[in-house]
T-cell receptor, first 117, second 113 residues
Framework: DADVTQTPRNRITKTGKRIMLECSQT?????MYWYRQDPGLGLRLIYY???????NKGEISDGYSVSRQAQAKFSLSLESAIPNQTALYFC????????????????FGPGTRLTVL | GDSVTQMEGPVTLSEEAFLTINCTYT??????LFWYVQYPGEGLQLLLK?????DKGSNKGFEATYRKETTSFHLEKGSVQVSDSAVYFC????????????FGSGTRLQVQP
């Protein structure tokens, strides 16, 4: 079984709808991240969470919200979807190094392809 | 803010050719540097990393050296294979306490038999 799973894998929705993307992990990692990938732009960080009570905005958080329901679950919501939120969304996790250093590997889920019409 | 710049693709090579994908970064201080690879239909996976100046990361025949003086982390492989066809992303640790990653735009590599 995959260590980082995302549901749904594909979603088509209409402008104005509320959408939730879910991420679960069995790696036991404390840190979880949401990115979006757009052609020619690479990955951009939306939100990240270092534990259940620590949630931080990333580079492009406007129009998104998140919920860290448990150590293993981190959901991304689009309250009112718009067409320019059409993208590939990735969840990632990482372990916390002793001393909290950033030099650690992130493990990615398979992605959710979201299309907003 | 921090940024990572990669050479634009796609890069098309014949099997056994030499590969270089350029990456430069802009950051305050000294970030850790990473190369991730994304195979078709999959998420990203770490290929190699370097955490301080002059470090060389290596994996699966790929290598990259952290060059502080040129703020670069170019990816190289001496002899590519068809199975290396993928999108390669350069990334640097960023944000408060360097707890997040800033990615480059990605470079698609296509290796022909």
């Amino acid at each position: 079984d995959a260590d980082v799973t995302q549901t749904p894998r594909n979603r088509i929705t209409k402008t104005g709808k509320r959408i939730m993307l879910e991420c679960s992990q069995t790696k036991g990692h404390d840190r979880m991240y949401w990115y979006r990938q757009d052609p020619g732009l690479g990955l951009r960080l939306i939100y990240y969470s270092f534990d259940v009570k620590d949630i931080n905005k990333g580079e492009i958080s406007d129009g998104y919200s998140v919920s860290r329901q448990a150590q293993a679950k981190f959901s991304l919501s689009l309250e009112s979807a718009i067409p320019n939120q059409t993208a590939l969304y990735f969840c990632a996790t990482s372990d916390a190094l002793a001393g909290g250093g950033p030099n650690n590997e992130q493990f990615f889920g398979p992605g959710t392809r979201l299309t907003v019409l | 803010g921090d940024s990572v710049t990669q050479m634009e693709g796609p890069v098309t090579l014949s099997e056994e050719a030499f590969l270089t994908i350029n990456c430069t970064y802009t950051a305050t201080g000294y970030p850790s540097l990473f190369w991730y690879v994304q195979y078709p239909g999959e998420g990203l996976q770490l290929l190699l990393k370097a955490t301080k100046a002059d470090d060389k990361g290596s994996n699966k025949g790929f290598e990259a050296t952290y060059r502080k003086e040129t703020t670069s982390f170019h990816l190289e492989k001496g002899s590519v294979q068809v199975s290396d066809s993928a999108v390669y992303f350069c990334a640097a640790s960023s944000g408060a306490g360097r707890r997040a990653l800033t990615f480059g735009s990605g470079t698609r590599l296509q290796v022909q038999p």
